[in-house]
């Protein structure tokens, strides 16, 4: 079957997701400067989501370019990965709420990993419709970022209960690992 339907219903669930991320940023009460001081971390938690959730729309919409065909398995894979994604508002609301403690960093990471895990699953469901000589299989090789992810973040977790900062400047790294473009798909298809 055709990718056009899981595609505009990702996009759906991405853009729904990014415009709940939104409204959880409260006006503050009152007119000064200083009353914007305790929205910082609920800020700095919505750029950071926001990032990850660009990046995983950015990453899906490259990946299935180079999809031809959809499947069942590949339409649950889908699904695993945003269901994961959907999950990002709410660690990103607690998260900004208890300013970055443990817990919430923790639970932050956590549903990172397993966004992180279900693109991986989605990835290689493709693969396994389109063939291990595809050009999507080409592209993505040996998908070292994504692996360095899954254990990037597999080790923040148990470090958020140590120094959440630490965890915090986990996260951010793969962030900046992610935003730095990734050309495997755009040489594939010029090729």
Sequence with gaps: ????????????????????????????????????????????????????????????????????KVNGGIQWANLHLMFWLSLIPFVTSWLGENYFSAL???????????????YFLLAHCLIAEHGKDSKLALALGADYKGKVSVILYAAAIPLSFVNTWIAMGIYVAVAALWCVPDRRIENITQS
């Design 104 to 118: 919430p960093v923790a639970l932050y990471g956590t549903v990172l990993l397993m966004a992180s895990c279900a």
């Design 1 to 68: 079957m055709g990718k056009g339907r899981l595609e505009a219903f990702s996009d759906g669930v991405i853009a729904i997701i990014i415009t709940i991320m939104v409204l959880e940023l409260k006006v503050p009460h009152g007119p000064e400067l200083s009353d914007l001081s305790p929205l910082v971390p609920v800020f700095m938690s919505y750029v950071l989501s926001f990032v990850f959730v660009g990046i995983y729309w950015n990453n899906h919409h490259h990946m299935l370019h180079l999809a031809n």
